[in-house]
């Protein structure tokens, strides 16, 4: 192409990607051309270059509104890496740090600055906007600004002041998931004016969808094989409370898989590590409520499994939607229950507008229908966003015929602890090769043993860095490395995802680490696992402690700790101490059970005193599952 300037060599140089994704390039060239654009493009599309390609050429600066703190700092990071200069400014900057960014973006210093939309209605900002070279705002999560939307934002409303305050400059607006009516919404919030629209299609086909109603006894070993299937690949499980997050970390350590719980209601130090072991690789599978995922940007993650019904279609295709941002396969699987209503009910009973209740309660129909639904999965999200596409069937999705074996013959009776047997190999870290997870055909295989080589230099450079692993290289660069070994920074730069700043940073020691490899260097072993949470359980019981001091000392919550306990007796390695339990409460529990059985713990729970607890009853329970077992065995 003979027209200035040339993007395809832009992108090489600092992306080092070959070519553009598709509608990207088109983005670029409106933005170029100073005229308002809205992008609609899935998670994973590659929106992100669609603002800052345009803003390394113009020699401006783009400014960047985003809801997401985690985000702006880790895109902030990116650039820096790829030598674009970027910087962010929030909340969580000290005041002199602050002012140094605003002074310097006032210079022109910076291609892209991130705001959020607080920051930009705080007093002075424009004032301070008026000063800085800006060439144009983009708008991140557009949808945000949006009532009809599924995460309306009040403060996104403050947006519609850019256009009045900068008349000349053009706004861009980027969204991965807007109706309809949310977009059109977005273009007269923003007062856009005759805006190039690009809708890239929401069929992601990577993406396979898996949906499965369960029942409460069964879903946890469902997670359990579908977990199998990822071993050594990055995983999100998502719980819709608290209290489930624990439960399923728990048993997931039980069977053997390493898992790590993120929440609202963790100490902030807990999660924020948490969250970095999962990003740094060095955790595979992260349990989270629905706060965990927001800005995180993982490109290599193989499966987001739902343990609930989200609240709306929008929703489960965002959450679901963080895996496979590198286009490579990956499965979203929705392992539900019928009493998830329950709880969405509760949810939407609580609103007290009005009409927002309405909507909330259509956008649990329709998630509903979803998940009931016999037709193809990809088909039914294109057309709840308003697209028809012209296929029938996305042979992909679990009503297409792709549904996966581990759903079938679940066994009913679970007994937690049994299921350590089938646990995993204690590396439960290995490289992406099973599965459908696959590389192209052809392709030759990758050498496990350097890939875990290269990881473990790339984890040590993260660390020195004080940035996630992927932002030093993307799991697919890794992969690419190791097929190809180049041999020198001629071959190095030839590897997708290395741009020239990256060459000439890490080349001499990715150089070095695959020559290291060569003459003998191999990853150091990891260290040891953590004993299971029952383990630990038990030794601190020996110890004489109680159930809220091992609540604090293992970072759980009460129930959570109950839970554990009832499953060491229930499997015979405990015995019931009568101090666990309220006062005179086992025989009331005891005779209750005799009437109503023990299969479901709140019809016990209606046959007793108040005072007597779910975990006076759990324990009860527990101890009663126990010895009829040891009955019938001897009967
Ligand atoms: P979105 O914001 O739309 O979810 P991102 O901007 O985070 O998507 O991009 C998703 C991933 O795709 C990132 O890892 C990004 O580096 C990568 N990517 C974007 N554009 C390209 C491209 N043209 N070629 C290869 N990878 C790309
Ligand atoms: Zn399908």
Redesign the pocket.
Same mark, same amino acid.
């Given at each position: 192409m003979s027209d200035a300037p040339n993007l395809a060599a832009v992108?090489r140089r600092y992306?080092g990607?070959?070519?553009? /994704?598709p509608k990207?390039e088109n983005v670029i060239r409106s933005l170029l051309a100073a005229r308002d654009t809205c992008v609609v493009?899935?998670?994973?599309?590659?929106?992100?270059?669609c603002y800052q390609l345009p803003a390394v050429i113009s020699g401006k600066t783009a400014v960047v509104v985003s809801p997401l703190i985690a985000l702006m700092q880790d895109q902030a990071a990116q650039l820096a890496q790829m030598g674009i200069p970027a910087a962010a400014i929030n909340s969580m900057q000290s005041s002199a740090e602050r002012r140094a960014v605003m002074e310097k973006a006032a210079r022109g210093e910076y291609r892209l600055l991130y705001l959020s939309p607080e920051r930009l209605a705080a007093e002075n900002t424009f004032e301070w906007l008026s000063k800085v070279p800006v060439g144009f705002f983009a708008v991140d999560e557009a949808h945000c600004i949006s009532e009809w939307g599924h995460e309306f934002r009040p403060d996104y409303r403050q947006l519609s002041r850019l256009r009045t305050q900068f008349p000349a400059l053009p706004i861009a607006a980027?969204t991965?998931s807007a109706t309809r009516q949310v977009r059109h919404d977005i273009l007269k919030q923003l007062q856009m004016r005759k805006p190039d629209c690009y809708i890239a299609s929401f069929h992601r086909e990577n993406l396979r969808y898996v949906v499965h109603e369960c029942e409460a006894r069964t879903q946890m070993e469902l997670l359990g094989r579908a977990l199998r299937q990822y071993a050594g690949e990055s995983v999100i499980v998502y719980s819709p409370t608290i209290r489930r997050v624990e439960e399923t970390v728990e048993f997931l350590e039980e069977s053997g898989i390493a898992a790590v719980p993120y929440h609202a209601k963790m100490e902030a130090a807990m999660r924020r590590q948490n969250q970095e072991r999962w990003m740094s690789d060095e955790a595979r599978v992260l349990v989270g409520t629905i706060a965990f995922g927001l800005g995180i940007?993982k490109?290599a993650v193989r499966a987001v499994i739902h343990l609930s019904l989200p609240k709306s279609i929008e929703q489960y295709y965002q959450e679901a939607g963080r895996a496979g /941002?590198?286009?490579r396969p990956a499965d979203c699987v929705l392992l539900w229950q019928k009493r998830d209503h329950v709880l969405l009910d509760y949810f939407i009973h609580q609103i007290s507008d009005d009409a927002e209740r309405e909507r909330s309660s259509e956008r649990k129909r329709v998630i509903s229908r979803f998940a009931d639904s016999h037709g193809c999965r990809q088909r039914a999200i294109c057309l709840h966003f308003g697209e028809t596409p012209k296929w029938e069937k996305c042979g992909g999705c679990d009503n297409c015929g792709a549904r996966p074996e581990w759903v079938s013959n679940v066994s009913v009776e679970v007994p937690l602890v049994a299921a350590r047997e089938t646990s995993f190999p204690s590396t439960y870290r290995s490289l992406p090769k099973s599965g459908h997870a696959r590389m192209p055909a052809g392709a030759p295989e990758a050498d496990p043993a350097l890939a875990e080589y290269l990881r473990e230099w790339r984890r040590n450079m993260a660390r020195e860095n004080k940035v996630p692993a992927y932002i030093i290289l993307?799991d697919s660069t890794l992969e690419e490395l190791c097929r190809r070994k180049p041999a020198n920074l001629g071959q190095l730069k030839q590897v997708?995802?290395i741009g020239e700043k990256k060459a000439d940073v890490y080349g001499a020691e990715i150089l070095q680490a695959l020559r290291n490899f060569g003459e003998g260097a191999r990853a150091a072993p990891t260290v040891a696992k953590e004993p299971a949470p029952a383990e630990q359980t038990l030794r601190l019981l020996r110890e004489g402690r109680s159930f809220e001091e091992i609540g604090r000392l293992r970072a759980r919550q009460v129930s959570t700790v109950v839970s554990t306990v009832a499953n060491l007796i229930e499997s015979g390695r405990l015995k019931l101490d009568p101090k666990w339990i309220s006062p005179d409460a086992q025989p009331l529990i005891e005779a209750a059970c005799l009437e109503k059985g023990v299969e479901r713990l709140r019809d016990i729970k209606e046959a007793v005193p108040p005072y007597v607890s779910f975990e006076d009853i759990k324990l009860v329970v527990a101890h009663l599952r126990a010895e009829n077992r040891v009955r019938a065995k001897t009967a």
């Open positions: 992108l992306w990607y070959h070519e553009f /994704r990207q493009m899935p998670t994973g599309g590659g929106k992100s270059l980027f991965a940007n490109p /941002r590198d286009g993307h997708p995802g």
